[in-house]
């Protein structure tokens, strides 16, 4: 158990909807990533968020956004879901903003389905 | 272009033998981690092993360890007298030290290990 958690473990949706991936970092991390692996892309990173503020941008369509809250939670906002947004959506998170030491914990991930 | 290149896309290894699982990167930036992930059939990511570019010395943990050629641009993942619950997909990782590069982890495609009885 890596310590991050992530809500819900499975989605399924249809075309069209919008969802919320939900993520606890692990105690004392301030960074939060948000991760897509999907079959044809492999691991993609999506955003970074370090102590509530954006840090980093990477694949993110602007259909999806993010925030990290006062607390550190994450959340992660999908809406216009298309087919290939399925996929299994991870969350990260670090102690520091992401230097070259700073290892990323995963969470167990949510896996999305749109029908 | 392709950061990290894993050329492996499936490995076979006998119970308790070693297996080298094969990484190689791409970066003119001095200053690079490497990271080896471990994702088994129930699909978390499991953190295994770092080793930074200055490191002197090869990174070990358990019986894992990290075969690091910093002039071959290689850092392959040695995991010793295999188990059956070492089967799992192995991914490698970096992220540059030049903020630019940004702040994510650039991973390859993966190498799937399936370790026999």
């Known amino acids: 158990d890596s310590g991050v958690t992530q809500t819900p473990k499975h989605l399924i949706t249809a075309t069209g909807q919008r969802v919320t991936l939900r993520c606890s970092p692990r105690?004392?991390?301030?960074?939060v990533y948000w991760y897509q692996q999907s079959l044809d892309q492999g691991l993609q990173f999506l955003i970074q968020?370090?102590?509530?503020?954006?840090?980093a941008k990477g694949n993110i369509l602007e259909r999806f956004s993010a925030q990290q809250f006062p607390d550190l939670h994450s959340e992660l906002n999908l809406s216009s879901l298309e087919l290939g947004d399925s996929a299994l959506y991870f969350c990260?998170?670090?102690?520091?903003?992401?230097?070259?030491?700073?290892?990323?914990?995963f969470g167990p991930g949510t896996r999305l389905t749109v029908l | 272009a392709q950061k990290i290149t894993q050329t492996q896309p499936g490995m076979f290894v006998q119970e308790k033998e070693a297996v080298t699982l094969d990484c190689t990167y791409d970066?003119?930036?001095?200053?690079?981690?490497l990271f080896w992930y471990k994702q088994p059939s129930s699909g978390e990511m499991i953190f295994l092993i770092y080793?930074?570019?200055?490191?002197?010395q090869n990174a070990t943990e358990g019986r894992y360890s990290l075969n690091f050629q910093k002039a071959r641009k290689s850092a392959n993942l040695v995991i010793s007298a295999s188990q059956l619950g070492d089967s799992a997909m192995y991914f490698c990782?970096?992220?540059?030290?030049?903020?630019?590069?940004?702040?994510?982890?650039?991973f390859g495609k993966g190498t799937s290990l399936l370790v026999t009885p």
């Open positions: 990782a970096m992220r540059e030290g030049n903020p630019n590069s940004g702040y994510a982890l650039n």
């Open positions: 080793q930074g570019s200055y490191d002197q």
């Open positions: 990260a998170s670090s102690a520091g903003a992401g230097g070259i030491t700073d290892t990323q914990y």
């Open positions: 970066t003119s930036d001095p200053s690079y981690g």
């Open positions: 968020y370090y102590n509530g503020e954006e840090r």
């Open positions: 105690s004392g991390d301030l960074s």
